[in-house]
Nanobody
Framework: QLQLVESGGSLVQPGGSLRLSCVLSGSTSGYYALGWFRQAPGKEREGISCISISSNWPNYDDSVRERFKISRDKDKNTVFLQMSSLEIEDTGTYYC?????????????????????WGQGTQVTVSS
């Protein structure tokens, strides 16, 4: 079973930057994509970005496409989310997740039900 542990969440001012990390423990052979999701208070979890494990092909929600970048360090078994030009609306708990091959899509989809392994989340608060 793949385990995912997020870190890097913090309080940041609007316009600031932050990099989230997700360390993976265990084999990723049963998964085709890794993704980042966020959940704001009182709102449903939404997909932010995902990346194909084999091709590193990314996908982004339109709300973050010009501001966030997902990347992966295969040797360190870590996936990153570099966030810039942060807005108050980016506040929430950010989750890292993995999608199994049974959910494969090209590009990967930002559908939470396609992902079956989840981390515990890291809190990002954007406030002045």
């Amino acid at each position: 079973q793949l385990q995912l542990v997020e870190s890097g969440g913090s309080l940041v001012q609007p316009g600031g930057s932050l990099r989230l990390s997700c360390v993976l423990s265990g084999s990723t052979s049963g998964y085709y994509a890794l993704g980042w999701f966020r959940q704001a208070p009182g709102k449903e979890r939404e997909g932010i970005s995902c990346i194909s494990i084999s091709s590193n092909w990314p996908n982004y929600d339109d709300s973050v496409r010009e501001r966030f970048k997902i990347s992966r360090d295969k040797d360190k078994n870590t996936v990153f989310l570099q966030m810039s030009s942060l807005e108050i609306e980016d506040t929430g708990t950010y989750y890292c997740a993995a999608a199994p091959w049974s959910s494969m899509s090209v590009p990967c989809k930002l559908t939470s039900s396609d992902f079956n392994s989840w981390g515990q989340g890291t809190q990002v608060t954007v406030s002045s």
